[in-house]
T-cell receptor, first 114, second 112 residues
Framework: DAGVIQSPRHEVTEMGQEVTLRCKPI?????LFWYRQTMMRGLELLIY????????DSGMPEDRFSAKMPNASFSTLKIQPSEPRDSAVYFC????????????FGQGTRLTVV | GNSVTQMEGPVTLSEEAFLTINCTYT??????LFWYVQYPGEGLQLLLK?????DKGSNKGFEATYRKETTSFHLEKGSVQVSDSAVYFC???????????FGSGTRLQVQP
């Protein structure tokens, strides 16, 4: 398997623009997670899905952020409108069913909002 | 709620030195514990894990033992190499919340 695939790897956008980050989880994994990594706050869980259903979105910073998982092989994280404080590395991860199973991470998308 | 506390970094060692990175946790029930490693510009990779008390996870010379009595999962390696330079994250997941809770990360720098 190719692992968790994220796109784009790098995104530079202007403040106020819409940004969409994409993720393809590992086939057969039924949980998907979006994390944000910054120097100040470390790794923060934004949202996670189980069987394509959002289970916990309490980490989504505000209404400008939204995430979808229309099917088992694709998820998006959208920021609209983007702000400079959204600049971070965004990771997608997936994991199979079962207690104690680890999450597998993508390479991340480095977002810069200018 | 769940939380993970790691020692502050950076940790700077000479090659072949002994490594310990401390990790303690707070969780309800019996969590699974993990160590992840992140190399520059990359995502996180699982280094090792332990799913119940007294389990020892090991991989690539690294070890960590799940200590329920001290709620700890310290990472150790007997002889570090320059190639071990990276950021190490301790994490947990529990039965009720499968998403990982991460510590703040510890940067390790190994000098030749």
């Amino acid at each position: 398997d190719a692992g968790v695939i994220q796109s784009p790897r790098h995104e530079v956008t202007e403040m106020g623009q819409e940004v969409t980050l994409r993720c393809k989880p590992i086939s057969g994994h039924n949980s998907l997670f979006w994390y944000r990594q910054t120097m100040m706050r470390g790794l923060e869980l934004l949202i996670y899905f189980n069987n394509n259903v959002p289970i916990d979105d309490s980490g989504m910073p505000e209404d400008r952020f939204s995430a979808k998982m229309p099917n088992a092989s694709f998820s998006t994280l959208k920021i609209q409108p983007s702000e400079p404080r959204d600049s971070a590395v965004y990771f997608c991860a997936s994991s199979p069913t079962g207690q104690g199973t680890e999450a597998f991470f993508g390479q991340g998308t480095r977002l810069t909002v200018v | 709620g769940n939380s993970v506390t790691q020692m502050e970094g950076p940790v700077t060692l000479s090659e072949e030195a002994f490594l310990t990175i401390n990790c303690t946790y707070t969780a309800t029930g019996y969590p699974s514990l993990f160590w992840y490693v992140q190399y520059p510009g990359e995502g996180l990779q699982l280094l090792l894990k332990a799913t119940k008390a007294d389990d020892k996870g090991s991989n690539k010379g690294f070890e960590a033992t799940y200590r329920k009595e001290t709620t700890s999962f310290h990472l150790e390696k007997g002889s570090v190499q320059v190639s071990d330079s990276a950021v190490y994250f301790c994490a947990l997941s529990d039965r009720g919340r499968r998403a990982l809770t991460f510590g703040s990360g510890t940067r390790l720098q190994v000098q030749p």
